[in-house]
């Protein structure tokens, strides 16, 4: 079975600041993590995966997330927060192909920007 | 590239109706996923088709289906409409190999459904 708990449902920075969005996972199997950031009406863009390669992993807007095995943790950062970061971000833990072949979402950390 | 697109943008139905929603997959991806995200309830997994076959569902009751064509495209059937069912329904693709790693999901825009 593998779950994920987002830490914070509300984040707020100001702009220039750092981010931290927090998320643990649980999963019975080597796992897949992404996280995945979705504005207002719209669909979810990903903004970044790890597969089992580096534990230290960049995606797009300045995002990064580590891989922290001991500590079941995948926590996502941005050296500067712009106004464009506010969203809301969804960490998400996946089964391999090979098992149910479905995703797991944590429930969403929504991230405000003050000017 | 194309990226996943769905269809109807909105679709506005009274109770007991039923909801047909589309969603036309990345060129090259077998695997549709469908998930619901209802306010307050998070993204809850609903459907997985690849190479036309349904791989597995989520906590849903059978009124709600669908299927996968040989162009892989999909369609997602919501049956006997109730107030709750009204939500964002989001489809996602990924190409999916068996015996690999997890594939990547790519998202459309949604399929934003009241129920009336």
């Known amino acids: 079975a593998q779950s994920v708990t987002q830490l914070d449902s509300h984040v707020s920075v100001s702009e220039g600041t750092p981010v931290l969005l927090r998320c643990n996972y649980s999963?019975?199997?080597?796992?897949?993590l992404f996280w995945y950031v979705q504005h207002p009406n719209k669909g979810l863009q990903l903004l970044l995966k790890y597969t089992s390669a580096a534990t230290l992993v960049k995606g797009i807007n300045g995002f990064e997330a580590e891989f922290k095995k001991s500590e079941t943790s995948f926590h996502l950062t941005k050296p500067s927060a712009h106004m464009s970061d506010a969203a809301e971000y969804f960490c998400?833990?996946?089964?391999?192909?090979?098992?149910?072949?479905?995703?797991?979402f944590g429930d969403g950390t929504t991230l405000t920007v003050k000017p | 590239e194309a990226g996943v697109t769905q269809s109807p943008t909105h679709l506005i139905k009274t109770r007991g109706q039923q909801a047909t929603l589309r969603c036309s997959p990345i060129s090259g991806h077998t695997s549709v996923y469908w998930y619901q995200q209802a306010l307050g309830l998070g993204l809850q997994f609903l459907l997985w088709y690849d190479e036309g076959e349904e791989r597995n569902r989520g906590n849903f009751p059978p009124r709600f289906s669908g299927r996968q064509f040989p162009n892989y495209s999909s369609e997602l059937n919501v049956n006997a409409l109730e107030l709750e069912d009204s939500a964002l329904y989001l489809c996602?693709?990924?190409?999916?190999?068996?015996?690999?790693?997890?594939?990547?999901?790519?998202f459309g825009p949604g399929t934003r459904l009241t129920v009336l």
């Open positions: 999963s019975s199997y080597s796992p897949s």
């Open positions: 998400v833990v996946s089964e391999p192909a090979t098992g149910a072949g479905k995703s797991t």
């Open positions: 996602a693709s990924s190409f999916h190999l068996r015996g690999a790693s997890t594939d990547t999901q790519y």
